[in-house]
Structures are given as C-alpha cells and as structure tokens.
C-alpha cells in the first residue's frame, strides 16, 4: 500500500526519471550551506521530489531582510538561527524528507574538520564570499564531492559545477534517431522479412504490415537494382519513395487506394535510411583511457563501456547492442507485436552477450559478478549510443593565474555586452569585498564613491590576468545600485534551474552545463561558459 501511495505521489516525476532514478534521488543527502531566499528555493524544489535528506549549515540568524526576501520566513523568526528555522519549515513539504542543522559557519567547520562535507553526496553553496568558496571547492574536489555554487547578485544569476567527472547514461537526446538498422539487417530482422511478400498479400494484410517491414522490403529491391547501394542522394531518395508509393494498392477503376501505412512509409523515409554507425561521442569514450584501462577502481560506467566496446568490436562488427525499440506505427496488433519481438529478443541477446564480457572483466579486477546488476547492464545496452561524460575544471584551475582561460574571455568580449562582462563584473565585486570588507553600493550614500572604488577593483582584477579589455562604466554602476541585493525573483528562478541540476548530478540523467551559467534578468538572456 505504501508503494502505491508513493508512486501515485511522485507519478509525474516518475515518468521523467523512472523508479531508478527516484531511487537515487531519496538515496541521496543533500548539504546546503546558508540558508538565503536561493538556497531555500533550491531545497524546496529537491524536498518536494523527494530528496532522501538534507543538511544545511548557516551560523547566521534571521534578520529582518531575510524575512523580506524568503518567503519561508516569518517575523517570528527573527533573531533565530536561520538554518534550523528554514529546516523545520522545509521539513512541513514533505514527510518522507529528513532535515539536519548545523549552526555554524563553513569556515568554521572547514578549520576544524574539513572531512565533514566528504558524506555527503552534492554540496550546494550560495552566498560565499570567495575567500571561502576556495577552500571549500579544494576541499570538496579532493573528496570527489560534486559541489553547485549559485550566486544572485542584483538582477545577475551566476552557477558553477565543478565535478572531476560526471558520467551520464541516461542522457535523454532530443530527436534521437530510431535504431533500425535497416541499412545493415540483422539475421533476425531477415528472417522476419522474408515471411512478408508484399506482391502476395490480400488486402487486408497489405493496409496493415508496418511501415518499417515496407521500407524494408523495397529498399531489398532497390539495392538489387543498384549494386547493393542505398539511396544517398536527395534525388535518389525521392526515387525511392516512388518506388515505394508504386506498391500501393489499386481499385477496379485504377485508383491508387488510401493505404496510411504506405504514406507513413513514404513519410518515415529519411529516418529508415538512417546509416548505422558509431557516433563520434561513443568513440571518444571508447578511446577514452578510463575504458582501455580496467582496474579495481573503476566505477561501473567504464567497467560497462569496456564491455560494450569488446562487443562492438567482436559481435556488434562496429555496431552498439541494438536498443531493441521502435516506433508507435499503423498496423494490427498481431503484425507490430511480431515485428517488436524481433528487436527485443535481438536487443536481449547482444545484452546477453555484453554480460559475459562483464564477467570476465570483473572477474579479471578481483570483483564479484553481481557487482553489477542484470537490470543495469541492460540500461546501458539500452542507452549506450546517448552516453555522456563531463569533466569541469577545478575552481583553482579558473581562479589561476596561468590556468585562465584569458583567450576566451577576451575573445567573447569582441561584443562588451556579452553575459561574460558579468563574471568579470562578480569577480570586481569579490575584490571589492576583499579589501573593504563590504559589497559596493550596500549603503545607499556609498554608490557614487563606491564606482570609483570598484572601477580600481575590476580595472586592477584585469590587469592582473593580463586582460586587455575594457567594460562599459554603465555595468559598474550597475552593480554599484544592486548593492549585492537578492531579490526574490532572481532567487526562485536561480533556485529552479539549480535544483534541476542538482536532480541531474544525483540521479545522473539528462546532461549537466559545463560549467558556469550566467543569467541577465534585464534582459531574459542566459549563456553558459566553459571557464
């Protein structure tokens, strides 16, 4: 019964990420550090899901803005320490979330026992001046801990990942192409053909065999006539279709009748005559040295990437396992049934066969057989033409000196008004911070002054990393008004497209930006960066 309820419960999400993937996700535990209207937001969209549990750590307590910007908060919260206030209200979303607090600050627990962040599975900072975001992400990319930064400044959404690597099975491509194999018909698929002879059918098999078994059988008949080559050209294409359109049945009158599954033939052309082959992606996987060289340190994804790569290059003859689905299609039952047997019971047995080459992987690291699950295996047969890597830089490696990336930065800002002028304008206002001890613009009398000071700010910033560039004086000023401001709106979008990352890290589907993200509320625009 509590399965039920659970699954009526989280049905939407269901269907985006699966059972596995809401596994993975109240599997998880989660530690947000300061608990500001984005962090808030943040968490709110990861405890209605579901989140197995978080933590967050904040020493502040809640002042009158906090109670201004965060809709969580009440006056009655004034003067109470933020991080429980906001855990005890979060906890109200969700009874199936567990919620933790810890009343201190990050530099504190990073002096006296920096090992507390490595239990957890994300850590989320919003907020931190710089001087602690670089011994938090050292700390956190040493331990392996995938760490989100979200920073909203004014009407300026900032985020940055930084991951050693993030391995991505289930990627969800947008119009990913239909695995026939039509080009290169598999000895199952053959003998399936050869059971329908489209001259000998009656009617009423004719209007029903499925679209594919028609290209199919005609593309049988062009290659006959051609030496075995398929229709490359857009020329030769449109033959083909008159070829195919040629075969439709006719009255007693002569008139060609109304068969759909013919035009949706006709129609479904380019995607048949799709060529079956190894996408660059793949191969860089392939060739990857995480996948050539197998040790008992490997994770899974590359212990399965070996294993479909030995497929590949023995049974699959260059191909990946079939993925053993097709298309929603015009046929009777019994007619599509038979035809998608034939690619699951093929897309089975090349997962059959990637399994013996896992065990005898991980028999060859000293690992046991069921180390890997028969439920994965066939995951990654499944998905394996839509596999993804993501390797972001360190934060030290974007902050250093002679591991900027300065050629792309001054390369985007040939346009000054590119979302790259709003790092450079952050990474001022962390300058200013540094030597004032305070954001510009905080005081309202302060924002005249205040330009000079972090026009020296930005102006030193670029001298220092050799950035011969130039920023209009109208986005100094601007960040001089905002004053470090948060406002609510900027926090709930920052806090929806974080937590949409942060699903994406736990449960590793669908693909994470790599690896800032700018967002310029001004104008409704975004832009990510590879920093």
Known sequence: MAAIVKEQKYDRQLRLWGDHGQEALESAHVCLINATATGTEILKNLVLPGIGCFTIVDGNVVSGEDVGNNFFLQRSSIGKNRAQTTMELLQELNEDVTGHFVPESPDLLLDSDPSFFCKFTLVIATQLPESTLLPLAETLWNYNIPLLICRPYGFIGYMRIIVKEHTVIESHPDNALEDLRLDQPFSELKEHLQLCDLDRMERKDHIHTPWIIVVAKYLEKWRRENDGQMPKSYKEKEQFRDLIRQGILKNENGVPEDEENFHEAVKNVN???????????????????????????????????????????AEGKGNLPLRGTIPDMISDSDKFIKLQNVYREKAKNDAAAVENYISKLLQSIGRPPESISERDIRLFCRNCAFLRVVRCRSLAEEYGLNTAKKEDIVSLMDNPDNEIVFYLMLRAVDRFQKQHGRYPGVYNYQIEGD????????????QEYGLSLSVKDDYIQEFCRYGAAEPHTIASFLGGTAAQE???????QFVIFNNTFIYNAMLQTSATFRL
Do not use: H, M, Y
């Not at 992606?281 to 994770?299: A, L, V």
């Not at 942060?502 to 590793?508: D, E, F, S, Y």
């Open 271 to 313: 995607t048949a005559l799709n060529t079956t082959k190894l996408p660059s992606n793949i191969k860089d996987i392939f060739n990857d040295e995480r996948c050539t060289n197998i040790s008992p340190q490997s994770s899974p994804f590359w212990i399965l990437s070996r294993a479909v790569k030995d497929f590949t290059e």
């Open 451 to 462: 330009f000079g000071k972090l026009k020296t700010c930005l102006n030193g910033f670029l």
């Open 502 to 508: 942060a699903i994406k890290i736990i449960t590793k």
